[in-house]
């Protein structure tokens, strides 16, 4: 299915791929918004033509196209494919990815049954193999983007930012999460800090239940000086670091600040570096993975 909207102002094909279950449906439409021509599933032997079209055409200039293990066996004809059009339209392939455990309740809640699963293979045998299938492909990606922390709007919000382009600060995505030492460290994170040096609401009676959520909580917390030193290094750290991770095509960096049990400190830090951090102009969002778990 193929559906045209009015055109950007400058050429480009995109080619999305990844994981099945990773989002790559959200974000052809968000591209289709935008203004590209968008064809889902398009045979890998028609990439070529359809290259051209966009290179030559005068109503066609920007395009976006899903190609992935639906294509079968042909699939393994794309790399070279892929190399071949790079060197006459200007192309980029974003590969869209996702850890196992996003992969299969996403495949769990929509009740669809996994391309490779063939009635056969279990959803974990299935995943594994696609994996396989596609790291040639993924070893060409110009952007490679883990879904797993993102629902479907926050997704789309991100291909709209990084497609855009609205600033410096509108092209990287910074994701905050709060975590408990106890629980395990998050396992995607870029930067993590450790807060159990701040003293813990957590033996005071009357903030034992509530979060740093709370203000009281996260007046506690700040009332001691430590607590203010660490929030203004941290947030200079990321003002300097930034626009570096920008300028080496970071997308999204994902910073985790631990406690013990992910409920009073680490919340209340994760929640004021992200308002620091949208203050500066930055694209933010913030998760609290233990909040749900027993002090």
């Known amino acids: 299915m193929a559906t045209k909207r009015s055109k950007p102002s ?13 989002g ?3 974000v052809l439409r968000a ?12 045979p890998v032997e028609l990439i070529p033509k359809f290259a051209d079209l966009v290179r030559d055409s005068t109503s066609t200039r920007h395009a976006a196209l899903v190609v992935d293990v639906r294509e079968g066996s042909g699939l393994k004809k794309f790399p070279a494919i892929y190399k071949a059009i790079k060197g006459s ?28 699963a063939g009635g056969e293979k279990a959803i974990g045998q299935s995943i594994s193999a696609e994996r396989r299938l596609l790291a040639p492909i993924r070893a060409l990606a110009d952007l490679t983007i883990s879904t797993s922390k993102f629902n479907v709007h926050d997704l789309r919000d991100f ?14 995505l910074i994701y905050l999460t709060s975590f408990g030492f106890r629980h395990g460290l998050p396992p995607d994170c870029d930067l993590v800090f450790d807060v ?3 003293p813990n609401p957590n033996y005071i009676p009357k903030f034992k239940q ?4 709370n203000p009281a909580v996260a007046r506690y917390i700040r009332s001691f000086p430590q607590t203010g030193e660490f929030i203004q290094r ?3 750290l990321l003002t300097y670091l930034l626009p570096h991770y920008i300028r080496e095509g970071k997308s999204y960096l994902t910073i985790g600040f631990g406690c013990t049990g992910g409920h009073h400190r680490s919340v209340m830090m994760a929640e004021t570096v992200r308002k620091n951090m949208a203050a500066a102009g930055y694209q933010t969002k913030v998760t609290h993975r233990d909040l749900a778990k027993p002090v």
């Open 10 to 22: 400058s050429s480009e094909l995109v080619i999305i791929t990844g994981m099945s279950g990773s």
């Open 24 to 26: 790559k449906g959200s």
């Open 31 to 42: 591209l289709e918004d935008l203004g590209y021509y968008s064809v889902d599933n398009m």
């Open 89 to 116: 339209v200007n192309t980029r392939l974003v590969f869209l990815e996702a850890d196992d455990g996003t992969i299969v309740r996403r495949f769990s809640e929509t009740r669809r049954p996994h391309p490779l």
């Open 159 to 172: 291909i709209k930012q990084k497609f855009q382009g609205e600033g410096e600060g509108s092209r990287i």
């Open 196 to 198: 159990r040096f701040l």
């Open 210 to 213: 509530l979060t740093g959520k």
């Open 234 to 236: 941290i947030t200079d």
